[in-house]
């Protein structure tokens, strides 16, 4: 078996990141000229000293007359002063003939320039006019509702400096001093493509085993969130002159980023095209992180080239670790101000000795403080990153972290913005529906998928609005209502029908009863099943049906009927439990074993929120009850 020597010297996090920086110059890469309407969002190169001064001329802030002050002192509503007009009328644009003497008024407005003579402006709700003249009602102090030349800008002041980002206000600045044009930092060019006869480029169609490619996706946005410009080569097969060929057509940008074949696979292609490189070639392959150990770091010609892991939330952590901070150097970006907050983990944390991990979390109020639940889905998920609102990092020697052990938290985002309503628990089908439509009425929504025992332990510590569950009293068989704690509120949900999923046409469950096709199965060594979680209400339900029984497959615990159902269909299992929802969107055999409720556990203390009582009104609308019946769910008041 060929040698991976490459991987013999996996190094730390921080002299990874040594490495790396050592070979490359952290600036702007060069400028350009651009004109302003293209300037959203690009990087100023060089300081911005005002060339006039805004306003650059006396200015009228309201509609009304020009005056001496000294004319309006002691006008009143009872002892109004009469004024002459001048004979003309100030519009925005026109240059004053007549100056503005004693006893005299000009009409003007907003943004009109001030004559000569003239120091302040009575607002036109505080006058009439009448045969020539105006009546002042209200005495005006010099300088009232005017703004002189160069109190907003002067000219030869420095208003923006280089390395300034420009959004929309910076742009009206700049139009404000009539810029046409101006000096911005190049955009870093970052070469993108993704490796692997198994990624298909999204549009395409699917097959078997293959999956689309999300990473290229990400990166490229990514890039553009840094203030780069991505320049995507498309998907390479494993092959190596491929390989080499794209390679070397991206290198003639400033960067070169891809993922996938950095791990111990057969040939480890990307590898062997990127260790080719020269001056100095690759510093590191393998860092002591998780998620990203495979990550690979090269430098040649002064740009970095990466190769990113393949799965998408090792490539996104790797990638915002040590690329992200290089293109915003490239940009002209200063380094991004990490925000954190305190919070505190729900639930033990089991962590690998010899590693740095990134923990991705998703935060939640609770009253104690903010709740870190972990993401639990895994380096392989697309969803993982974006649903979380940060992540923590565990040492390379802590191995376990406590439920309830203070940690701070990352944020991903500038800020933390705090959702409407908080749902926590069981997934089901039907509480995606009813999220979807609050999120269409306009409120901020928060879903996190723990299983029913997760659920109702963050409901009983106050760390959610709602939490779904399905969890049956082994002493009665009633679902949810017995595990209620003074404390809680049950909002009645709706039934589903729990059930063996199978293949259609497989005689050990075909026509069966649920305890003849468990004991089928059971009895037959080759046949696997597929297992679900503990703490699920799933679960609980299949130990129930099994009696003890931990039959082949039993230690494959998936988190959710659709994993289930896709086990089944793809093969990999023969059996499972799900609800026949999901089995009628898999096209699977389904044999009933039990109703159950799917409801929601509130806390008391937060069911009179208002968006708590929007959920439950849409919850017993009709027009969601008859969605929840055509998704094959059971309306009904039980409880």
Known sequence: MKSQSQFLHVVTRDEAERRFREHLTLAPLGSETIALHAALARVLAEDVVAPIDVPGFDRSNVDGFAVQAADTWGAQEEHVHLLALTGETLAPGTVPRHAVARGHATPIATGGMLPRGADAVVMVEHTDTEDGTVQIRRAATAGENVSYAGTDIARGETVLRAGQPLSSREIGVLAALGLAELRVHRKPRVAIFS????????????????????????????????????????????????????????????????????????????????????DPGVVAHGVALKPGKPVCLAVTQGKPVVILPGFPTSAVFTFHEFLAPVIRAFAGLPPQQREHVAAALPMRVNSERGRTEYLLVGLVPSDQGLAAYPMGKGSGSVTTFSGADGFITIGQHTEILDAGAPVQVQLLGHGLSAPDLILIGSHCVGLDWLAGELVRQGLRVKTMSVGSTGGLMAAKRGECDLAGIHLMDPATGVYNRPLLTPALALVPGYGRMQGIVYRPGDARFEGREPAAAVAAATAEPGCTMVNRNAGSGTRILIDRLLGGAQPAGYGVQTKSHNAVAVAVAQQRADWGMAIDTVARQYGLGFTPVQEERYDFVVPKARLERAPVQAFVTLLQSAAAQDALRRLGFRIDPAG
């Open 195 to 278: 490796t692997g006869n198994e990624i298909v480029a999204p549009g395409a169609p699917l097959p078997a085993g293959a999956v689309y490619d999300s990473n290229a996706a990400i990166i490229a946005a990514a890039v553009e969130e840094l203030g780069g410009a991505p320049v995507r080569l498309g998907v390479v097969p494993d092959d190596e002159a491929a390989l080499s060929a794209a390679l070397q057509q991206g290198l003639a940008c400033d960067a070169v980023v891809f993922s996938g074949g950095t791990s111990k696979g057969e040939g480890d292609l990307s590898y062997r095209v990127v260790a080719a490189l020269q």
